[in-house]
């Protein structure tokens, strides 16, 4: 199993980002995928998780209305698209593999089984 993350980057407050997380050994479609985020100095936070087969979606609160969850099972790629970006937001996210097509407690670590490296994004102006 591989899961390898890009597109993060510098941005400016009220900028936009998007991420990827391009997956690999394993059949993509068949399990729920989720992206999480930690700081320096904080634990993880669990930004967003979607099924399997796209048909269900979570967000934390601190990212609801502003980021966007998707995937493309074709492509073997999970995306997270990142809009009106503040500071707080700064973090190396990581995406993450859930246990089946489905996730319960997806904001907690025990919900997956396999990470990313993670990618780094810094928003400031």
């Known amino acids: 199993v591989q899961l390898v993350e890009s597109g993060g980057g510098l941005a400016q407050p009220g900028g936009s980002l998007r991420l990827s997380c391009a997956a690999s050994?394993?059949?993509?479609?068949?399990?729920?995928m989720s992206w999480a985020r930690q700081a320096p100095g904080k634990g993880t936070e669990w930004v967003s998780g979607i099924y399997s087969d796209g048909s269900d979606t979570f967000y934390s609160d601190s990212v609801k209305g502003r980021f966007t969850i998707s995937r493309d099972n074709a492509k073997n790629t999970l995306y997270l698209q990142m809009n009106s970006l503040k500071p707080e937001d700064t973090a190396l996210y990581y995406c993450a593999r859930g246990y089946s097509e489905k996730i319960q407690y997806w904001e907690t670590d025990i919900a997956y089984d396999y990470w990313g490296q993670g990618t780094q994004v810094t928003v400031s102006s």
């Open positions: 050994g394993f059949t993509f479609s068949d399990y729920a």
